[in-house]
């Protein structure tokens, strides 16, 4: 008789029984085949018997990789049926080797997954396909809600890296899938592990190299829908962006007392798209026939962009865009404390514009166009074929001045900013184009950026000047209290912001006012475990907030709480027709400290407000007879996650719910799919999964659907 076991002894009472052991009446070491076989065995779990094997082997401890059969995966879900696995791993090399699962389901055909890695002294790289032959079509919802007209899915992935030396890396991350639906419909997330919500597959190509005060990158992108309201001929495919950047300093004695420091930045970007992606707006629009696509009128662009009904996302076509600035500052100290920083910077821009004016806008098969590629001169100023250029010096000085105080609680450090950027009063679009400055957020983070702009595509322009002011409390037990406020100014010249492009960035920023919004930033960590931290941006008429995100942590020992809020007002200038608000809290709990609970959840606050904005799709009509209008009530529930887990040296078990807002596998509607998962891994002996589908509920209305007849 003898056991095994990778579990230590209780420190405090060695007779206590392990978490887990495997016991025999018999056990044999093969040193030549480095093997541990075990007849007549059984499983025991804190020293109960939970399971009889007959037979048992493991490789000895000596061993890193050896071949042979995995931990079988077991799986449940309404559309796939009861799923079995068995992984089988061939240790081909010391370097290589290949994993096989083939797995049965009882509703679907079988599904083959093989994954290949190998490595190299200076880098690594794996392929992984799987694919499977649909048995029952019915279980997924019609195209274009789902891929229920496809008989062969699957998926191929690779990702590689190598670097030559230690300082330039180069690799991949490819995936390429049979349909956009084959990620959701045969693998199983749980969201409190990992983020749900994709909504593409990115595939790369890249070289990048970093030095002590430089950096070189270049990547290719491709990019493959997963969501049924996009289309994949508007996804722009880049060929590729290449981002240089480098700082030195300037010795004042080789340049007449000038010193400083200078910064070269370069961008290259290179895409094109075969048609044009475009957006309505006021109020958006989606197509009469699927109820899914952001459509569009055809007309002449209004004169004044605020009356814009339509905007322009990406274009159909070619554009190329090269930008190359260089700029200067210094920081020095004034006798009585300022800290004065002068800088001064050039720009140069570059581009090429070749949209594609004969394409058409497929949606489905071919059968429904409603905007063609022609268009996008309403939009352009009917720029075609044309190289665009721009230079633009700037210049401009911060000044700082920090006041040191002591109070009871601490110090405190009060410090006033005012900045000023001059530069020439010309167009900040030299293309109405815009493609990589789509994301404008006026916050604290931005306020004494020479260009609060995201991208390449848009700078600002005219004389700007940005105020404001923090004070600091650092608090003798190590925490402070942190606040900042602070505006901008457009003292000469047009405001970049309030000039709209062809997506109308910059327009319900705050920043497209003579005088913006005012910021603010308040911080507050009265210790080490909790932390607190408040932004906003509210109207400098009235001190309305238009956006305010909270995030607060608290690690209170057995306890941990994060807790995040945001609540944005409409910006229906580019596209935002309602407020936008939610809140997400993720916690977890130590009973022992061994056991554990930890649970998520997402609410989308500001649902009940776009419910009937949306057509609801014509497959739920025609299944029901009805439509689907719900109202949802303030907290709707975007993602819920639960689950109880206990882990030490040598056992981990975890039991987590998950329920997630998707499409519904056989309507394509909006539904939180449920399921359950149960990982239960053992050290040096393997790892069991289970995952079950509880099935899945509208979210409108909170009614069940059921599976119309004939699916």
């Excluded at 990019?223 to 495919?237: I, R």
């Amino acid at each position: 008789m003898g056991s095994y076991t990778a579990c230590e002894a209780c420190k405090d009472d060695p007779s206590k029984p392990r978490t887990w052991q495997l016991k025999a009446k018999r056990i044999i070491h093969d040193n030549a085949e480095k093997t541990i076989y075990y007849e007549d065995a059984s499983f025991e779990l804190f020293g109960v018997p939970i399971a009889y094997v007959p037979f048992w082997s493991s490789a000895d401890p000596t061993v890193k990789r050896k071949s042979g059969f995995l931990t079988p995966v077991v799986t449940y879900r309404s559309q796939l049926g009861a799923g079995f696995g068995v992984p089988y791993f061939w240790a081909i090399s010391p370097d290589s080797d290949l994993t096989i699962t083939p797995t049965v389901f009882s509703r679907q055909g079988p599904f083959l997954t093989g994954e290949f890695r190998k490595r190299f002294e200076n880098g690594a790289f794996t392929f992984r396909a799987e694919g499977t032959h649909v048995g029952d079509q019915s279980a997924f919802a019609i195209a274009p809600y789902g891929a229920g007209d496809r008989r062969w899915r699957g998926a191929l992935q690779t990702r590689g890296e190598f670097a030559p030396n230690d300082r330039w890396r180069a690799g991949w991350d490819i995936t390429a899938l049979s349909d956009r639906f084959f990620l959701q419909d045969y693998k199983q997330y749980n969201y409190l592990l990992q983020n749900y919500f994709f909504r593409e597959s990115s595939s790369t190509i890249y070289l990048s190299g970093q030095g002590p005060r430089s950096f070189f990158d270049m990547r290719g992108y491709y990019f493959q829908v997963l969501s049924p309201n996009d289309v994949q001929a508007q996804q722009p495919v880049v060929h590729p962006v290449t981002d240089y950047n480098r700082v030195f300093d300037i010795d004042p004695a080789r340049t007449a007392g000038v010193g400083g420091q200078v910064e070269i930045d370069a961008n290259v970007t290179s895409t094109s798209a075969n048609v044009a992606n475009y957006e309505s707006i006021n109020p958006r629009t989606l197509d009469a026939v699927y109820g899914l696509y952001n459509v569009c009128q055809l007309y002449q662009r209004s004169t004044i962009p605020a009356n814009s009904q339509c905007l322009l996302r990406g274009v159909g076509g070619g554009y190329q865009h090269a930008t190359l600035s260089g700029s200067w500052k210094r920081k020095v100290i004034d006798p009585v404390g300022g800290v004065w920083t002068a800088f001064a910077f050039s720009r140069f821009v570059g581009s090429y514009l070749d949209y594609d004016r004969q394409g058409t806008f497929p949606i489905y098969n071919n059968s429904w166009q409603p905007i063609p590629n022609g268009a996008q001169g309403f939009f352009l100023d009917g720029q075609d074929q044309r190289f665009r250029g721009q230079a633009l010096p700037g210049v401009g000085a911060e000044w700082r001045y920090p006041l040191l105080a002591r109070s009871p609680l601490g110090g405190v450090v009060v410090e006033p900013i005012v900045q000023l950027v001059a530069r020439p009063n010309q167009t900040s679009i030299p293309s109405l184009v815009n493609m990589d400055a789509q994301s404008l957020v006026f916050d604290d983070s931005t306020l004494f950026e020479w260009s609060k702009f995201s991208g390449y595509d848009r700078f600002e322009t005219g004389v700007r000047l940005n105020y404001g002011g923090q004070a600091t409390m650092s608090l003798a037990n190590g925490g402070f209290v942190n606040a900042m406020i602070g505006q901008s100014s457009q003292i000469a010249g047009a405001n970049s912001y309030a000039t709209a492009d062809a997506a109308n960035v910059g327009l319900d920023s705050g920043l497209n006012s003579r005088v913006s919004d005012i910021v603010g930033r308040f911080a507050f960590a009265p210790a080490s475990f909790v932390t607190f931290v408040a932004k906003g941006r509210f109207d400098k008429d009235n001190m309305v907030a238009k956006r305010i995100d909270l995030f607060s942590t608290i690690n209170f020992d057995p306890i941990t709480f994060q807790l995040q809020y945001a609540n944005y007002a409409s910006q229906p200038a580019i596209g935002f027709d309602v407020r936008r608000q939610g809140m997400s809290a993720t916690g977890r709990y130590d009973l022992t400290k061994n056991y554990f609970l930890n649970g998520t959840v997402t609410f989308d606050m500001s649902r009940y407000l776009y419910n009937g904005l949306t057509a609801v799709p014509a497959l739920y009509t025609t299944f029901t007879g009805t439509n689907l209008i719900g109202n949802a009530p303030v907290f709707s529930v975007a993602a819920l996650g639960a689950g109880v887990g206990y882990h030490d040296e040598c056992a981990t078990l975890m039991v987590n719910y998950s329920q997630i807002y998707q499409p519904q596998a056989y309507t394509g509607l909006p539904a939180r799919n449920q399921s359950v998962m149960v990982s239960l891994q053992f050290r040096t002996l393997g790892e069991a999964r289970f995952n079950y589908g509880l099935g899945s509920v509208l979210v409108n209305d909170g009614v069940r659907n059921p599976a119309p007849a004939g699916l």
